[in-house]
């Protein structure tokens, strides 16, 4: 089991209880070599547990089996791969299970399914063994207050962990303190959504925590309340979830008492030297070179690094040409909203023929944004063709953008933090795709301190970023939808505009050319005629519909939290076939238009996908967990 102890937060000093506590990977299993509860039951004891639990919050423990980049927090497989953010990268073969994620072939035998679930009920068994555990303290060690405390903590955790259960498969068992191997009544069937349960978890957790906290990345009452805040919204409670995210917005403040501001750097939010600043509302604490043998970093993205540079490998998730291109903006410094039907040449299957047909496109994404793919990866900087350099050079495209892009999607000779100027599609380890992964990766000049080697294999691919579950933008735009349900829509162009003002305001925040391409630890040039690419950005000055004013709150929501392992869940929130406000079918759309669009350049894993609506809106109920809860559960609709 990994080191956790180290990882997060040292609650008593007997921490190493969190390596000798025996976590059961199933229900229907008497854990073997465990604990026994009695052994457990003073303050050192609790503490290990809930030690134990907090540190479930990435998404992987060695005892599980299977591998982290299957099962991660960040979610880049679930909410990215599939999702139009991203591709799978590295080369066609590598990691070949992961093609069906993105290509919406999945079906319930996939082992990366397995492993989420695997996880997730890891995680709410061990905030579950901190609860059953509080009753057995009797020998004064836990005040009465502090057993509350915890208890407020362990249902914070097992909240996140059933909200991750319900994204991913709504139709999820819930399971609480009461369900045991002892009990007997270990076998949990999936009826339907579990929102209330989970609201009741959130809610009972604000009752119970304070809003500080001596530790970061503990649980506080404003972290709770935002989850449950975000629970609602999923669950499509707009007017409950309102106050509570105004009561955030305007009262939240971290573990140690600062109030949320977003009017920092964009890129503090992704840099392991500025984490849990006073935009992060809960996040996941990651650390590097800490004795863990490189379990304790960011795990679940070990492989999501350019290839050949300061990281050995791997290549993978690899930002897709219409997240690229989203961030084009108009005449205006706005995003270009509305569709437009558009003349398609995609490729099929075969990765030989095309076919041509008419979809209905997003305004951006009707041609792509100018990239490398092609262009010879001797850096020569000429396209091949055959092989032969034809004498052309590499011309970065002019295009006006957003500059959150370049913070989000590694482009060929932009500044890729101080790297140097980033190789695109000569730092892609399959030779696919021009865009590379940024937000995830270290700065060089931390290098020492932020990344070690990922599991002990992978150079510096250990990174101390945290990942973010809530950030104060989230708050802003989770309330704009609320205002537009509302029909309130000044308001919500307000929330929208103050996320997007950070960018507006600050172009100290946009990435600016370095002073000398040859010594990129140098430093920055400063102001506007030093910018790496041509930036545009403004406030929208008014949301003329209700219509008009969702799509601007969906779209800045695809360029805030680009690559972060949201925008799959986020459509499917979207989508009236669970509730949501933008129509039938409207995640099947999106995601088959985006299908359509970037396989107009070959693409093995991609082309010929089409996403089912009314199917790969939810992942399959692993075919594992069939047998083991006994007939119990219920398969999703289409699998």
Not at 27 to 41: E, F, H, N
Not at 292 to 302: A, D, I, L, Q, T
């Amino acid at each position: 089991m990994k080191n956790s102890y180290s990882k997060f937060i040292a609650l008593g000093s007997l921490v190493f209880l969190t390596a000798t506590y025996s976590c059961k990977k199933l229900l229907d299993k008497q854990p073997s070599g465990a604990l026994l509860p009695t052994v457990l039951a003073n303050k050192a004891g609790v503490d290990g547990l809930l030690i134990g639990a907090y540190s479930m919050l990435d998404g992987y423990t060695q005892q599980n089996g299977g591998t982290s980049w299957e099962s991660g927090i960040d979610n880049w497989t679930y909410g990215g791969l599939a999702s139009d953010d991203a591709f799978k990268g590295s080369n066609t073969t590598d990691q070949g299970p992961a093609a069906p994620l993105e290509n919406h072939s999945v079906d319930q035998s996939a082992d990366y399914v397995n492993q989420k679930w695997v996880a997730v009920y890891n995680g709410i068994q061990r905030a579950n063994d901190v609860i059953r555990e509080i009753p057995l303290v009797t020998d004064g060690s836990v005040s009465t207050a502090y057993a509350a405390e915890v208890i407020g903590e362990a249902r914070f955790l097992r909240g996140i962990y059933h909200l991750e259960a319900a994204k991913m498969w709504r139709n999820a068992p819930y399971v609480d303190e009461t369900i045991t191997y002892t009990a007997g009544n270990y076998q949990v069937g999936n009826p339907g959504p579990i929102w209330d349960k989970i609201e009741a978890d959130f809610t009972a957790a604000m009752a119970a925590l304070p809003k500080t906290q001596p530790q970061v990345g503990r649980a506080t009452y404003y972290a709770a309340e935002a989850l449950l805040a975000k629970t609602l919204i999923t669950d499509h409670k707009y007017s409950t979830a309102l106050p509570m995210l105004t009561d955030l917005i305007d009262n939240g403040t971290t573990a140690n008492g600062t109030h949320y501001n977003i009017n920092g750097a964009y890129e503090d939010n992704y840099n392991a030297s500025t984490k849990n600043g006073p935009e992060s509302v809960f996040a996941v604490q990651m650390t590097a070179n800490d004795g863990s043998n490189g379990y304790n970093g960011n795990e679940g993205e070990v492989l999501n690094f350019p290839a050949g540079t300061y990281t050995g490998c791997c290549g993978f998730y690899q930002p897709s040409y219409t997240l690229a291109n989203a961030f084009k903006v108009d005449a205006a410094g706005l995003p270009m909203l509305g569709t437009t039907p558009t003349s398609v040449a995609s490729y099929n299957a075969d990765q030989t023929t095309k076919t041509t047909s008419t979809v209905t496109l997003p305004n951006y994404n009707i041609t792509n944004l100018g990239h490398d793919h092609g262009y010879s990866l001797s850096k020569t900087g000429k396209y091949t063709l055959g092989g032969v350099d034809t004498g052309t050079p590499f011309v970065a495209p002019t295009d006006a953008l957003d500059p959150r892009i370049d913070w989000t999607v590694g482009r060929r000779d932009i500044p890729y933090l101080d790297w140097g100027l980033c190789g695109g599609e000569a730092w892609s380890r399959g030779d696919l795709n021009p865009y590379n992964p940024i937000k995830n990766v270290f700065w060089h000049a931390a290098q020492a301190a932020t990344a070690g080697n990922g599991q002990g294999w992978a150079q510096n691919q250990d990174v101390a970023n945290n990942y973010n579950i809530v950030r104060l933008a989230d708050l802003y735009l989770w309330r704009a939808e609320c205002y537009i349900d509302a029909n309130n829509l000044p308001a919500a162009l307000a929330d929208v505009n103050k996320v997007r003002g950070r960018m507006v305001d600050h172009h100290e925040y946009w990435v600016h050319k370095y002073l000398d391409n040859s010594n990129p630890g140098g430093g920055f040039a400063a102001g506007d005629t030093n910018l790496a690419a041509n930036y545009k950005i403004a406030r929208y000055v008014s949301f003329p519909s209700k219509a008009y004013a969702l799509a601007a709150v969906i779209m800045e929501e695809q360029l805030e939290f680009g690559m972060e392992g949201h925008r799959f869940f986020d459509l499917q929130r979207q989508d009236a076939l669970y509730g949501g406000p933008a129509g039938a079918s409207y995640m099947a759309n999106v995601l088959n238009a985006h299908t359509k669009a970037d396989t107009r350049i070959n693409n093995p894993v991609l082309n010929g996908a089409v996403f089912t609506a009314g199917k790969n809106e939810l992942w399959p109920i692993p075919l594992q967990q069939f047998d083991i809860e006994a007939g119990k559960l219920k398969q999703n609709p289409g699998y």
